[in-house]
């Protein structure tokens, strides 16, 4: 019997100021493409998203729950809760910027996650 693809990911989202990073060691896709293109698929989808610009970050579950984080950082995925707390700790103790931030969560969660590597993809908004 074939052993079903598993198609894993971890997506880290930080928000500092006006400055937000979208980062993932999969596919990043812009929120414009996924959500208009396919809103009708996302219903059923059995999955989460990270979506942000300029002014907002949200997750958006598949039942369509929408979240919006506390703190301005946010993940999903395999390996999300290590790089959503690695962030959070680079987060409130220095002043790194988003993008520094994320590459550093990121890079803890592929040493600790077996399914998140270090190959990034990275999205920043000014």
Do not use: W
Not at 3 to 24: D, Y
Not at 59 to 85: K, R
């Amino acid at each position: 019997m074939k052993q079903p693809e598993i198609h894993s990911t971890t997506i880290l989202s930080v928000r500092r100021g006006s400055q937000v990073v979208v980062a993932g060691d999969g596919q990043v896709t812009l929120g414009n493409q996924v959500v208009k293109g396919g809103a009708k698929k996302v219903r059923r989808l059995e999955a989460m998203l990270v979506v942000a610009d300029g002014e907002a970050t949200f997750i958006i579950s598949g039942s369509g729950d929408v979240i919006e984080p506390d703190d301005g950082v946010c993940a999903i995925g395999s390996g999300g809760g290590f790089a959503l707390a690695a962030a959070r700790a680079l987060f409130r103790n220095t002043e790194l910027s988003p993008r520094q931030i994320a590459e550093q969560a990121m890079a803890i969660a592929a040493d600790i996650c077996i399914y998140t590597n270090s190959s990034l993809t990275i999205e920043e908004l000014p």
